[in-house]
């Protein structure tokens, strides 16, 4: 199902492009119209490049994560490879997609709408996936062990205990990293690369044609419309699944409070699920059943089956090994050529940036911390509050920060502010929210026991915060840290650069230093600086963050 609506969706954006089916050379930037009356167009058509990143996510969520879970080899390669593709910006990979896509499909709009379609998957995938494997390395032994004695298939064990333990941690990290890709969603339908101006039909390019018209009622109509779009879209679709997701939670506790949802209530009186069930109900069955005849084949010894599970593993094998040397031949090839482009004063200057860079994420992350612990506290451990507030912070983590930039841009213009300094808090705009959901998460897990217990032992104040609060949510903040850490250098690139008309205010930095890059098509700044951000973040996650999640990890043992 996620296949066919993936290539319905991708046909439809692809049909309706205006320019579709016309003979060219070149595919030509449409024109962005600022009339209110072609907002819902745009509206539609970014809608639809979100959904299809955010299936395309999933996907790849399911298969990497459930790899990396289940196989330690692999474990040691995809979650390092994993924090490289993290901290890789998603202008790099809109510069090495465009090019690549473009050449594929000459003279059609599909190259430019699938690299912009992978530019937003690159702003999804990463949370969600990291969700996923941490929920699958958690399942505790007993649940494992009764699916061992159960003698449960490896599809049973994935669809009795793995995928509904991981459900609330899928749900909560899948509305976290949609609002991730409405953060991009003005990068990836404005493509400026290797010196190509591309704009897609959508609001985000919408937006960025009003912010270089200096056109205020454009760019607040695009607000309201994004603003709409996103309370529809937690009402329909977000908040049912939060109230769903609550069946599959391994405990609750008697303070809980059922989360409701007037969609849900509307969906169990109406007649369109039991007519879903009726028509895809046989379907599911005759899976089920082939894949119990699978099952017992094997059980009993077949040897077709085991030969061709062999066979595909080693065909497997070879496809791992093919890529890994193809990966190192280019690797050796593109080190040699930067090398024979740049010398040691470029490499020098650029991890200069980065260390610059990292001061300002570093700042973002900590000053964000200052109020998300807090807020996320007391939202956390307060139902009632937490009842309020709660849709509130969903929409406000799906509002893209970044259509807030030109009005803290104005600001800076008025009143003399350094991006040096300001850049900042434009990085904490686009970060926090990773911190406050994880550190609400993590007070809401605090048992009641716990919270009874401090009581009777006389907890107050400073006290309570350092001696029991701060350490039953420490995992919590370390992994929102993390998070966080990895939004704000994706952040940087359009946080150091940002503009309103013809001022263009810039910071010393690694993240403009990229979108210098790509604007000028300077291929050999551009691999450079990503490989630089990439070691960067890699190294302070493994000297850094990782320390601070294995004693995060000893903390919860305890």
């Given at each position: 199902m996620l296949v066919v609506a993936f290539i319905a969706g991708l046909w439809?954006?692809?049909?309706?492009?205006?320019?579709?089916?016309?003979?060219?050379?070149?595919?030509?930037?449409?024109?962005?119209?600022?009339?209110?009356?072609?907002?819902?167009?745009?509206?539609?058509?970014?809608?639809?490049?979100?959904?299809?990143?955010?299936?395309?996510s999933l996907a790849f969520t399911f298969v990497y994560g459930y790899i990396a879970a289940h196989n330690r080899v692999a474990e040691m390669v995809l979650i390092p490879l994993l924090d490289i593709l993290q901290s890789v910006p998603v202008l790099g990979f809109l510069s090495v997609s465009?090019?690549?896509?473009?050449?594929?499909?000459?003279?059609?709009?599909?190259?430019?709408?699938?690299?912009?379609?992978?530019?937003?998957?690159?702003?999804?995938?990463?949370?969600?996936?990291?969700?996923?494997?941490?929920?699958?390395?958690?399942?505790?032994?007993?649940?494992?062990?009764?699916?061992?004695?159960?003698?449960?298939?490896?599809?049973?064990?994935?669809?009795?205990?793995?995928?509904?333990?991981?459900?609330?941690?899928?749900?909560?990290?899948?509305?976290?990293?949609?609002?991730?890709?409405?953060?991009?969603?003005?990068?990836?339908?404005?493509?400026?690369?290797?010196g190509r101006d591309v704009q897609?039909?959508?609001i985000g390019s919408y937006m960025a044609t009003a912010i270089r018209a200096s056109s205020t009622s454009g760019l607040l109509a695009a607000l309201v419309s994004m603003v709409a779009v996103i309370v529809v879209i937690d009402q329909i679709v977000w908040r049912p699944l939060v109230v769903w997701s609550r069946k599959f939670k391994v405990e609750m506790t008697a303070s809980d409070e059922e989360p409701t949802s007037w969609v849900m209530e509307l969906l169990k009186k109406?007649?369109?699920?039991?007519?879903?069930?009726?028509?895809?109900?046989?379907?599911?069955?005759?899976?089920?059943?082939?894949?119990?005849?699978?099952?017992?084949?094997?059980?009993?010894?077949?040897?077709?089956?085991?030969?061709i599970s062999r066979v595909a593993l080693i065909c497997m094998d070879i496809l791992i090994v093919g890529l890994l040397v193809r990966g190192a031949f280019w690797f050796v090839r593109g080190i040699w050529l930067l090398w024979s482009v740049l010398d040691i004063g470029d490499v020098l200057k650029v991890f200069y940036l980065g260390g610059l860079t990292l001061v300002r994420v570093m700042a973002a992350v900590f000053l964000g911390m200052l109020w998300t612990i807090p807020a996320g506290v007391k939202i956390g451990t307060t139902p009632r509050l937490r009842r309020f507030l709660q849709p509130v912070v969903q929409v406000l983590a799906s509002f893209p920060a970044n259509m807030f930039f030109p009005f803290v841009t104005v600001l800076y213009i008025r009143y003399h502010i350094s991006m040096e300094i300001g850049s900042i808090p434009l990085m904490m705009l686009g970060t926090q929210w990773y911190l406050l959901f994880n550190v609400i998460g993590g007070a809401m897990s605090i048992p009641n026991d716990l919270n009874e217990a401090s009581v009777v032992y006389g907890l107050r104040g400073i006290q309570r915060w350092t001696k029991f609060i701060l350490p039953a949510i420490f995992p919590s903040v370390v992994t929102g840290g993390i998070t966080a850490a990895g939004g704000a250098w994706n952040a940087s690139i359009v946080a150091e650069v940002t503009s309103w008309g013809s001022t263009t205010l810039t910071a010393t930095g690694l993240g403009s230093l990229i979108s210098q890059a790509t604007n000028s098509g300077d291929w050999a700044m551009i691999v450079l600086s990503i490989s630089a951000m990439a070691a960067i973040v890699v190294g302070v996650n493994r000297l850094f963050w990782r320390r601070l999640y294995a004693r995060a990890e000893e903390m919860r043992a305890m």
């Open positions: 439809w954006i692809i049909w309706s492009s205006p320019q579709a089916g016309r003979a060219q050379l070149s595919y030509e930037s449409s024109h962005i119209s600022l009339a209110l009356t072609s907002l819902p167009y745009y509206v539609l058509r970014s809608v639809i490049r979100m959904v299809l990143a955010f299936l395309l465009v090019a690549s896509l473009v050449s594929l499909f000459p003279g059609s709009i599909l190259g430019y709408e699938i690299a912009s379609i992978l530019a937003i998957f690159t702003s999804q995938a990463w949370n969600m996936t990291f969700a996923f494997y941490q929920s699958l390395t958690s399942i505790p032994r007993d649940l494992r062990e009764a699916a061992s004695m159960l003698r449960l298939s490896k599809w049973q064990t994935f669809k009795y205990l793995e995928l509904p333990y991981s459900i609330i941690s899928l749900v909560w990290n899948g509305m976290m990293s949609f609002g991730g890709g409405w953060f991009f969603l003005a990068a990836s339908e404005t493509i400026t690369v290797l897609l039909p959508g109406s007649l369109l699920l039991s007519f879903l069930e009726d028509a895809f109900g046989p379907i599911g069955r005759f899976m089920a059943g082939y894949a119990e005849r699978l099952r017992r084949g094997r059980r009993s010894g077949g040897r077709a089956l085991r030969l």
